[in-house]
């Protein structure tokens, strides 16, 4: 399928796939964080917002952002949310609009978490944050009104790679028993060797060189990116895994990754769907109001998500 015609007025307007991360981290971030919410559309309603602040590891105070896409006496489905932004840009903030959006379409309880940003914390900080909200979800689970025994983990882009991670984490050390994991366009190899590198890894929004920058904030010394828990797809061993939903977009240097991941889920006997977004790029979960195309996004997670959990309506 050709390229969404939106889509590509945009990026022909903005030349995004030729765009230079500035060398400022706190005018990226904000440059950022203003392009996307412009993108967004109407504010999507939900029945409740609430703010909580859980301690992480360390004694942090993490923002975890909740969103009730409406109100039940039953215990609801939950998914615990990572943003993107590659590890170092993005906030619950910018990605309330699409958290409320996810929360009606899949029936779930979304918990973003507003996790550590680097470089003032490289990996594995944002990670550990990740992990550390998923754990504080799974044991308040009664006093947020969610079912334990249906306790997801979700995130795109870099928060994908912090969602797939933390499967890995929990699986490793005896963590919380997560029921289905939705893996949005996820970052899942350092090397970025994949040939969609090399067909969309220019002209196209998220480039090779915006990758490589990102990979370079997040970790320490570039010999990091080789554990799982980095580079997922580099894992030895994934069986144990819990079911995952992978989607991709059509124009995405990350989706040859995203499908290979999904191929060795289903070689250690997860099950693992992977839908493609057709004439998409990466970032569309914040699209919905530059293109009605990106909505095919939340469609798709929406349905297979409340079938992976067994949500009504």
Avoid at 80 to 95: D, K, Q
Avoid at 160 to 178: F, K, Q
């Amino acid at each position: 399928m050709p390229l969404d015609i939106k889509i590509q007025q945009w990026l022909e307007q903005a030349e995004a796939g030729d765009a230079a991360a500035p060398a400022d981290m706190a005018r990226l971030r904000a440059d950022t964080d203003a392009g996307l919410r412009q993108q967004h559309g109407p504010l999507e309603d939900v029945a409740r917002v609430e703010v909580f602040q859980v301690r992480a590891r360390d004694g942090y105070p993490l923002r975890v952002v909740g969103y009730w896409p409406e109100a039940r006496a039953a215990a609801q489905p939950a998914l615990v949310f990572a943003h993107g932004g590659g590890w170092c840009l993005g906030s619950a903030e910018v990605y309330d609009n699409p958290c409320r959006a996810l929360a009606k379409a899949t029936g779930c309880v979304v918990l973003s978490v507003d996790y550590r940003l680097a470089p003032e914390h490289r990996y594995p900080v944002p990670l550990h944050d990740v992990y550390d909200a998923l754990c504080w979800a799974f044991e308040h689970a009664p006093a947020l009104g969610v079912d334990p025994g249906r306790l997801g983990v979700a995130g795109d882009s870099a928060g994908g790679n912090l969602a797939a991670a933390a499967c890995l984490l929990a699986r490793d050390h005896g963590g919380p028993s997560i029921a289905h994991q939705l893996l949005i366009y996820p970052a899942l190899n350092h090397r970025m060797d994949s040939a969609s590198y090399q067909a969309y890894g220019d002209g196209y929004y998220l480039t090779r060189e915006l990758m490589r920058f990102c990979y370079a904030t997040y970790l320490s010394e570039e010999a990091e990116g080789n554990s799982p828990y980095v580079s997922p797809l580099l894992a030895t061993r994934l069986e144990g895994l819990p079911s995952a939903t992978i989607l991709t977009a059509e124009f995405d240097p990350l989706r040859g990754e995203a499908e290979d991941y999904a191929a060795r889920l289903n070689e250690a006997g997860v099950a693992a769907t992977v839908r493609q977004l057709d004439g998409m790029v990466h970032g569309c979960i914040h699209m919905l109001g530059l293109t009605p195309a990106a909505g095919a996004l939340f469609d798709i997670a929406g349905a297979e998500v409340r079938a992976a959990l067994g949500v009504d309506g």
